[in-house]
């Protein structure tokens, strides 16, 4: 019974910290520039498809491709900013969550036309650790750690470097900013760019554990939503805890109810929390 | 008496914008608020509008007490307002704008006597010729103008004014003045804030100064420009003032 | 707010269409005209809470979801006839919406937004584990429930006629809400809340009941879409897809007018066709769909009849 719960911790804490890494990209270009990335999900496909593909034919191992698929991410998220969203950043909320979502049905058609729907997989043997009772798959336990190694970069680029400041200044007073001689576009740009590499980078570590197809990341997507209304908007940090909290929940409330009933609590409790949490949810525009 | 503020105190966070501000509106007055940037006046008529709850205090209206009502109800009961950052419903229509008022306001009227009222009003304030055109299109002087008309044809008991005359070159200072006297013309009681001197010297029946959310001064506009701790914390040399004020009128939009 | 010759070509527009399968007697016809008319009571729909409102209902579609299993519910096991099935599915989907308004209408933007697919996401959560409800194999009619209808062949048309009847009430309720007192105050609120309420308009109340209006036509549609289809399930009944089908013909159409929502379902409707049977692009609809959308979003986000509207003052009254 006992080693079921620490199964269950040390399993909850390994995934948490991976929908944390998930989360913080769409964290970051919500709390940027108040857009929701509804492509939020096919970036992270995309992220798995980059991986397997640098996995299957450039043999690059998954755990150091992250690097390439972080690289590859901020590039084409920037790319993406500049034609589907610069041009509408200051409209309606209406404008950003249809072009972001457009983005989503072109890479997920794309992807459907490339790759059909047939799961795929990584072939990776790490062997596993043994907690107890509990088996650990490698993978998993790597995943974790290259989260937390992520997350920790990004948090240096974003307090620590010019660029991350630049964003956060932005991020608090567009307007300011331009005076100030930052050129918001590009920064911008690169807030897009580094929410969706941060996105592939964790899709293309969750290949690593689970089978994939294009249309993987929706799941993820709708799991950051959660955390980051968990966590709250605009820290790295409130993303990792809204992930651990969410992992936890996750693969412990399993041991009790049936595991049918979890999307059905995650988005319970996305609902509530978006009402009762008043301050910094509510009313803003 | 219609309108009664009774120690009304707000804080937002740390900083006090209303202390323990009191006084009382005689009906068909019109009321004068001075007091520099940041003391509170557009607080106070958001605590007399209903926009958010006060921290202590009374807002009474023909003797009722509204303090606890939404600014819906307010609206109802005849108290109106107009924004100092005006706040037109752009993809509406001029004349759609101030149907606005006329039919969720005081008046209460159905469509059609709405557009009425509303065509009169804006006969009256002179957007009569802009009537279709879309409200996010006006300038500013008229977007002054509209928020004007939009209060106005609630058919208020109660209008209060947030700077309408900033902005304004001397040419329409002059003409929303007239406007001004000819709604005092019809009964109805006046609030305004104004740093404009001259205009509310001119027109104020009682001016009261706010001074860092206090009530340092109320009585007539003489007395009140001649009160010592008005001149100090406020006015300086009255003469300067007026000058440094009427700059500032016409810079600040 | 004259009172507009919009309805004058539109309704007896709309009747030459739907004559036009019993007329003919084409099935194909019909299924296409079929489509047409439920997309356009959903766009018109939507487009109450989206288009007069400015709440960006995203998760929309759970209302569709909604009504479907309560009047497939009814028919099913209490053999209710459609009608009175589809009209306590409306009715459900309503009162949930109001309920919920009560709650998620307080948030603004996009905050608004996520709540709907999250509510939408919670419901198809938990529908998939009512077991009485079929759970995630959702329910099938007994092909006897058609008997009542004079068969099969016959219940199809009896559902096509009522999918008729569906969006000419959606549509003339939607106009009357655009020419009212009632729609006045939604559009103020749409421009600016806190002014809305300031001028008097009670923003609670109008909201919900905006969302109320707004969840009814497409309860009884997911009602009669079901009715046709024979069967429901969640996957189907709260697809987050066809809720953002929606409000793609409401962009597409133009947003805030009738004739806009209109416009865009039908055309929405052939392009689609169109998409699915060219061998060219039949694979590839989905990626096509997303880069019209967002060359719309960018290029003319005022829409089809919105751009109409903004060039001839002549032609605006009959596109309302
Ligand atoms: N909604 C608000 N939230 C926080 N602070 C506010 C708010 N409204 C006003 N304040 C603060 O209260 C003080 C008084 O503001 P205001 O009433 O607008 O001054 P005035 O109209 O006299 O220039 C200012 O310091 C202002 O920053
Ligand atoms: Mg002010």
Redesign the pocket.
């Known amino acids: 019974m006992v080693s079921a719960w620490i199964g269950a911790i040390l399993s909850g804490i390994l995934l948490g910290l991976l929908y944390g890494l998930a989360a913080i990209g769409l964290n970051l270009i919500w709390g940027v520039m108040n857009v929701i990335n509804l492509s939020h999900g096919a970036f992270i496909a995309l992220g798995m498809f980059s991986s397997y593909f640098l996995a299957h034919y450039l043999h690059v191992s998954p755990f150091l491709g992250v690097v390439f698929v972080l690289g590859f991410g901020i590039v084409i998220g920037m790319i993406t900013y500049l034609v589907s969203l610069h041009k509408i950043i200051s409209a309606p909320e209406l404008s950003t969550l249809l072009a972001t979502y457009s983005v989503s049905l072109i890479i997920i058609g794309l992807g459907t036309f490339i790759f059909t729907t047939n799961p795929r997989a990584i072939d990776i043997h790490l062997g596993s650790v043994s907690v107890g009772e509990t088996v650990l798959p490698m993978t998993k336990i790597l995943t974790g750690l290259f989260s937390i190694v992520t997350t920790a970069w990004f948090y240096f680029f974003l307090y620590k470097t010019w660029s991350g400041k630049a964003i956060r200044s932005v991020s608090m007073n567009r307007d300011a900013a331009e005076l100030m001689g930052i050129n918001t576009t590009a920064t911008l740009a690169l807030a897009f760019g580094i929410g969706v590499g941060l996105a592939m980078t964790a899709g293309s570590l969750a290949a690593t554990i689970f089978p994939f197809t294009i249309l993987s990341g929706g799941g993820y997507e709708l799991k950051s939503f959660v955390i980051c209304v968990l966590g709250g908007l605009g820290s790295p940090i409130g993303a990792l805890v809204g992930g651990l909290v969410l992992g936890l929940i996750e693969n412990l409330v399993t041991l009790k109810i049936p595991t049918s009933y979890v999307p059905f609590l995650e988005f319970l409790i996305l609902v509530f929390i978006l009402i009762v949490k008043p301050t910094g949810l509510l009313a803003r525009r | 008496m219609i309108l009664k503020v009774d120690n009304v105190t707000k804080s937002?966070?740390g900083?006090v914008?209303l202390k323990d501000v009191s006084f009382e509106v005689k009906k068909g007055q019109i009321m004068g608020i001075i007091?520099?940037?940041?003391?509170?006046?557009?607080?106070?008529f958001?605590a007399i509008s209903g926009v958010?709850n006060i921290d202590n205090g009374k807002v009474i209206f023909k003797d009722e007490d509204i303090t606890g009502l939404p600014p819906n109800k307010r609206a109802r009961k005849g108290i109106a307002r107009t924004h100092?950052i005006v706040r037109p419903l752009n993809e509406l229509s001029v004349l759609e704008n101030v149907m606005v008022g006329s039919c969720f306001g005081k008046l209460n009227a159905n469509l059609g006597n709405s557009r009425d009222k509303a065509l009169e009003v804006l006969e009256f304030v002179g957007l009569y010729d802009k009537r279709e055109v879309l409200a996010g299109k006006l300038n500013v002087p008229e977007k002054k103008r509209l928020e004007l008309a939009r209060a106005l044809a609630s058919d208020p008991e109660i209008i209060l004014l947030?700077e309408v005359l900033a902005g304004l070159n001397p040419a329409e200072v002059s003409s929303m003045l007239d406007v001004i006297m000819g709604i005092r013309d019809q009964g109805i009681t006046i609030l305004m804030?104004e740093h404009l001197m001259h205009a509310i010297m001119n027109v104020s029946d009682t001016v009261i100064a706010?001074v860092y959310?206090q009530k340092i001064a109320e009585g007539s506009p003489e007395e009140v420009a001649n009160n010592p701790e008005v001149v100090e914390a406020y006015l300086g040399d009255p003469e300067l003032a007026l000058t440094l004020l009427r700059e500032k009128g016409r810079r600040s939009k | 707010m004259e009172k507009g010759k919009t309805l004058f070509w539109l309704i007896p527009g709309l009747i030459v269409l739907i004559l036009l399968p019993p007329l003919t007697g084409s099935v194909t016809m019909r299924e296409s005209v079929f489509l047409m008319l439920m997309y356009v009571s959903l766009a018109v729909s939507l487009n109450i809470i989206l288009g007069y409102t400015g709440y960006v209902s995203f998760g929309h579609i759970v209302f569709y979801g909604i009504g479907g299993y309560i009047a497939f519910y009814l028919m099913k096991f209490y053999n209710v006839h459609l009608i009175p099935a589809m009209v306590a599915g409306g009715i459900g989907a309503a009162i949930a919406a109001y309920a919920l308004g009560e709650a998620v209408l307080r948030l603004r933007g996009a905050f608004f937004a996520i709540a709907t697919i999250g509510v939408n996401e919670a419901v198809k959560a938990l529908v998939n584990n009512l077991d009485f409800i079929g759970g995630a194999e959702g329910l099938f009619f007994n092909f006897k429930i058609y008997k009542a209808y004079g068969g099969a062949a016959k219940a199809i048309w009896f559902s096509y006629y009522t999918m008729a009847g569906i969006t000419l009430i959606a549509i003339l309720v939607a106009y009357l809400i655009k020419k009212s007192k009632f729609g006045l105050g939604l559009m103020a609120i749409r421009e600016d809340e806190d002014a809305a309420l300031v001028l008097g308009v009670s923003t609670k109340h109008y909201k919900s009941l905006a969302y109320a209006i707004s969840a009814f036509f497409p309860g009884m549609v997911g009602a009669v879409f079901f009715f046709k289809a024979g069967n429901i399930e969640p996957h189907d009944a709260f697809h987050l897809i066809k809720s953002i089908e929606m409000i793609f013909m409401v962009m597409l159409g133009g947003y805030g007018n009738v004739t806009g929502a209109l416009t865009g379902a039908l055309v929405y409707e052939r392009l689609k066709g169109y998409l699915l049977v060219s061998p060219l692009f039949k694979d590839l609809h989905m990626a096509i769909s997303g880069a019209i959308l967002l060359l719309i979003v960018l290029f003319m986000p005022q829409g089809i009849v919105g751009f109409i509207r903004e060039r001839s003052k002549r032609l605006r009254e009959w596109l309302e």
């Open positions: 937002f966070g900083l914008a007091g520099p940037n940041g003391a509170g006046k557009t607080t106070l958001n958010f100092q947030d804030i706010l959310g």
